[in-house]
C-alpha cells in the first residue's frame, strides 16, 4: 500500500534532501506494510541516511510530489512514540522556536538516532518494504529482568517512618489532586531544609506505583548523590528504578531509556534531559530543588525542565493531566508568583521532620575594619576550634574554585588574564597552572611578569584551594578536605568526601555549592560562610535569589541531628552586615525575601511579570555581532509596527554579553521584553522567520526565558 509519511529529522531546513515542508519536516513514500505515526524510519537524506521519527501519515502527497523520496526502512523492534509523548515535543518546538526535529531527536539516545548501527533486513516479496533492527535494543529489554531484580523486594517489610501532620497533609493533598484531574493544580511542595520533602513525595509515588502508573523524578544532580538512589530503592519496595542523566555511557542510556519508554521501569529518576524521556503510563511527576538552575539547559534547545514538566503533567495521561509536585525550601521566584496568583496550589512543611531538630542560628560576622587572619575573623576561628574540639564536623563554604581568582605584578599592574576570552585567568596551586574557568585554556604560571620581568607575582582574592590551605594552616592537627569541579573529577570522589562527613572521618570540609545540594549530613553543627558579598550588589536582577538559595540551602546542612543539634550555627562573613537580604535570611523568613523580591521585580517589569527573551549573536569580531543584532532590531522595530497594535513588546538595544569574548569569539546580544507570553511569540514567530530568511554568515539563537542576562 501506498502511503506518504512527514518525518521529523534533526538537519537544518536549508539542506536540500527529499522535500521538506519549511519546519524541519520532510515527505517520504512509504509503500511497505503497516507504519504508525511516532515509528522510526530511516530515510535518504542528500547522500545520507539519517534516522528520522513519523509525525504524519497522508495518503496523497502534500508537497511536491516530483522530489519525494522513498523510506529505506521502517525501524522494527520498538514501541511507537505516544502520542503523549509527540504532543509535549511539538509544545517545546514551538515554545522554543525551534524545528520540531532539532527538539525531538536530540532528546533521544544517541545510539537510537545513528542510522549506521542498524541492521536492515532483506526487502521482503514486493521489492520495497524493509526493516531496520537495533540489536541494543533486543538486549535492552531482554534485561529488563535484572532491573526488576534489582528492586528491593516489596515484602522487605521495612518499617515505614510515620510522617508528621505536616507530611500526611501535604501527601493527603497530591493524592487528591491525582483523583480529581480536571481541577489539578500544579503543586509547590514548599517546606523547610529537613523538613521531609522526600519521604513526602516517595509516599506519593508508593501509591502511584502501586495504581500501575510511571512516575518521574527529576532532580538537579545524581552523580553528587548516589545514595538517592538507594533512597529511592529502600523508599520504594518492589519498584522499578531506572536513572537517565548525562553521566551515563551511550550504551547504558540507550538501555535504561528503552526500558522506560518499554513501560518495564515503574520510576524514573534524571536530570533535566529525563522530562523528554518517553513513559507510557506516566502518573506522576516530582521537580525536586525546582529553583536550581542546572534545569535550564544552556545550549542546544535551551529549555527549562521545570517548565516542560508543567506542561508534561497538563497534558497528562490521554488527554488526562496529572500531578507535578515541585519540591523546595528556597521555590524561584516564578513558582512562587504562581502559587500567589493562585495557579499553583502551595503546600507548606514547617517544621524538621527528625524530632528535636531546630533550626541552625545564622549569625553575620562583619569584616569591616576587622583583622582576619587567612581570611577567616576571629569568630570563625574559634567557633571552628570549639567543633573540632567536640569532634562536630565543619561545613566552610566558599563559592570560588581554583587557589586565586587572579595573579598580579605589584609593579607593572599586569594581571593574569585568558588570551581567548576577555577574563582574568585563575591561578590553581595544585598543578600550578592558570587556569580560564570560561574555556578551559591553561597554561604554566609564569616565572616572572611577562611585561616587566618582575619575578614577585602576587595571588590576589582566595579560591577554595587557598581557603584549604588557610585552614590546614590554622588548625594543623584537624582533617581538611576540598569539594569542588577540581577535587571531583574521578567519579565517586564526591560520594566519598561526603561520606567521609557522615563517618566522622573529616574535620573540616571546605567547598563550592556542590556542598550544598541537599545532603542530609546529621553531624554537622556548624557551617561557615567566607564571603557572601560579591552576589550582594551584582547587576544581575537574579543574584539575590540566588544568594539567599544557596545561603538557605548551605545553612540548612546544619543542625539535622535531633537533640544534639540545639547550638546549630551558620556564620556569614561579610562587609555588608545591613544589606536588606540578611534580614530575612537570619529570621529563616523565606516568605518575607520573596514578597520582597516579587515587590521590586513588579515595581522594576521586571520577570516574573514580565516575560523575556534574548537574540545573541557570535562573531570573530564584534562590530559584526553588534551589527547583526542592529539590524536584526531595525527589522524587529518594522514588524512591531505591522503589527499595528501596541503588543507591550519592546527591543533594546544590542550589548556586548558580560563576558563578551569566549575562546576568540565575540558575543553579544539584544533582550526582547514583553508583558505579555502570547505577544511575545507571536512577534518571535514572525520577525525569526524573517531573520531566518536572511541567511545570516554568523552564529546566532535565540533563548526564551533566558536566566542570565
Ligand atoms: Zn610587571
Ligand atoms: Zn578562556
Not at 524521556?277 to 506516566?282: D, E, F, H, I, N
Not at 497594535?645 to 546580544?669: F, I, K, T, W
Request: charge should be neutral; glycine fraction near 8%.
Amino acid at each position: 500500500m501506498l502511503s506518504f509519511v512527514r518525518v521529523a529529522i534533526d538537519q537544518p531546513a536549508a539542506v536540500a534532501a527529499s522535500a521538506g515542508t519549511g519546519d524541519g519536516l520532510y515527505d517520504y513514500r512509504w509503500t511497505g506494510g503497516a507504519i504508525e505515526v511516532g515509528q522510526f524510519v530511516l530515510v535518504p537524506f542528500g547522500a545520507r541516511t539519517l534516522v528520522g521519527l513519523v509525525v504524519e501519515i497522508n495518503d496523497t502527497a502534500m508537497v511536491d510530489a516530483e522530489r519525494i523520496r522513498d523510506v529505506v526502512a521502517r525501524v522494527d523492534g520498538l514501541s511507537p512514540m505516544s502520542a503523549d509523548w509527540l504532543a509535549l515535543t511539538r509544545f517545546a518546538a514551538s515554545y522554543y522556536h525551534r524545528p520540531l526535529g532539532e527538539v525531538a531527536l536530540p532528546s533521544l539516545p544517541v545510539p537510537l538516532r545513528d542510522a549506521s548501527r542498524y541492521a536492515l533486513s532483506d526487502p521482503s516479496e514486493d521489492g520495497v518494504s524493509c526493516s531496520a533492527t537495533l540489536p541494543s535494543i533486543a538486549r535492552a529489554i531482554k534485561r529488563s529482568a535484572k532491573l526488576a531484580a534489582a528492586a528491593v523486594p516489596a515484602d522487605a517489610g521495612k518499617e515505614a517512618v510515620a510522617l508528621n501532620p505536616m507530611q500526611a497533609a501535604a501527601l493527603g493533598a497530591i493524592l487528591e489532586a491525582r483523583d480529581s484531574p480536571a481541577t489539578l493544580k500544579p503543586l509547590l511542595l514548599y517546606g523547610i531544609t529537613g523538613s521531609g520533602k522526600t519521604e513526602v513525595y516517595l509516599r506519593a509515588i508508593a501509591e502511584v506505583v502501586a495504581a500501575k502508573r510511571q512516575a518521574l523524578v527529576l532532580v538537579p544532580e545524581i552523580n553528587l548523590t548516589p545514595q538517592l538512589a538507594e533512597t529511592f530503592r529502600c523508599g520504594l519496595p518492589g519498584a522499578r528504578i531506572g536513572t537517565l542523566h548525562s553521566g551515563h555511557a551511550a550504551g547504558e542510556r540507550l538501555h535504561q531509556w528503552v526500558l522506560a519508554h518499554e513501560g518495564q521501569v515503574d520510576v524514573l529518576l534524571g536530570t533535566r534531559l529525563a522530562v523528554l524521556a518517553s513513559l507510557p503510563r506516566l502518573g506522576l511527576i516530582v521537580v525536586d530543588e525546582e529553583h536550581d538552575a542546572s534545569y535550564k539547559q544552556q545550549e542546544g534547545l535551551r529549555y527549562s525542565a521545570r517548565d516542560l514538566a508543567i506542561v508534561r503533567a497538563r497534558q497528562g495521561l490521554a488527554g488526562q493531566a496529572i500531578p507535578v509536585v515541585l519540591a523546595s525550601a528556597t521555590p524561584s521566584m516564578e513558582s512562587w508568583a504562581h502559587v500567589e496568583s493562585g495557579r499553583y496550589r502551595k503546600l507548606v512543611l514547617t517544621e524538621r521532620a527528625v524530632p528535636e531538630a531546630s533550626l541552625p542560628t545564622i549569625r553575620l560576622v562583619p569584616t569591616q575594619r576587622v583583622e582576619a587572619l587567612h581570611g577567616l575573623t576571629e569568630p570563625l576561628r574559634l567557633a571552628i576550634a570549639d567543633r573540632i574540639a567536640r569532634h562536630e564536623p565543619v561545613l566552610v563554604f566558599h563559592n570560588r574554585r581554583g587557589y586565586a581568582p587572579v595573579l598580579a605584578c605589584g609593579s607593572c599592574g599586569w594581571l593574569s588574564a585568558c588570551p581567548r576570552c576577555s577574563v582574568n585567568a585563575v591561578f590553581h596551586k595544585s598543578d600550578r597552572n592558570l587556569h580560564c574557568h570560561h574555556c578551559g585554556w591553561q597554561h604554566r604560571v609564569p616565572r616572572a611578569c611577562p611585561e616587566c620581568g618582575n619575578v614577585d607575582l602576587s595571588a590576589v582574592g582566595r579560591g577554595t584551594q587557598r581557603v584549604e590551605e588557610s585552614l590546614r594552616a590554622l588548625f594543623p592537627d584537624a582533617r581538611v578536605a576540598r569539594i569542588d569541579r577540581d577535587s571531583t573529577r574521578r567519579k565517586g570522589s564526591a560520594a566519598s568526601l561526603l561520606d567521609a562527613v557522615h563517618l566522622g572521618d573529616l574535620d573540616i570540609l571546605v567547598g563550592t555549592q556542590m556542598l550544598a545540594k541537599g545532603h542530609d549530613f546529621r553531624n554537622v553543627t556548624l557551617v561557615c560562610v567566607l564571603d557572601a558579598d560579591s552576589a550582594l550588589y551584582s547587576h544581575d536582577f537574579r543574584a539575590a535569589e540566588r544568594l539567599f538559595s544557596n545561603l538557605m540551602q548551605v545553612a540548612g546542612r546544619a543542625g539535622r541531628g535531633g537533640a544534639r543539634s540545639r547550638g546549630a550555627e551558620v556564620l556569614i562573613q561579610t562587609r555588608s552586615p545591613e544589606h536588606p537580604l540578611f534580614e530575612a535570611l537570619l529570621a529563616h523568613d523565606f516568605d518575607r525575601f520573596a514578597a520582597t523580591q516579587l515587590a521590586d521585580r513588579k515595581a522594576a517589569g521586571l520577570p516574573p511579570f514580565s516575560h523575556q527573551a534574548v537574540l545573541r549573536a557570535e562573531a570573530p569580531r564584534a562590530s559584526d555581532a553588534i551589527a547583526f543584532l542592529a539590524a536584526a532590531r531595525t527589522e524587529g522595530m518594522a514588524i512591531l509596527d505591522a503589527m499595528r497594535v501596541d503588543r507591550g513588546v519592546e527591543l533594546y538595544d544590542p550589548v556586548p554579553m558580560s563576558v563578551a569574548r569566549v575562546a576568540n569569539v565575540e558575543r553579544a546580544q539584544l533582550l526582547i521584553e514583553a508583558r505579555a507570553r502570547p505577544a511575545l511569540h507571536a512577534f518571535l514567530d514572525a520577525w525569526l522567520g524573517a531573520l531566518q530568511g536572511r541567511r545570516p554568515r554568523l552564529r546566532w539563537h535565540v533563548e526564551i526565558d533566558p536566566l542570565d542576562i
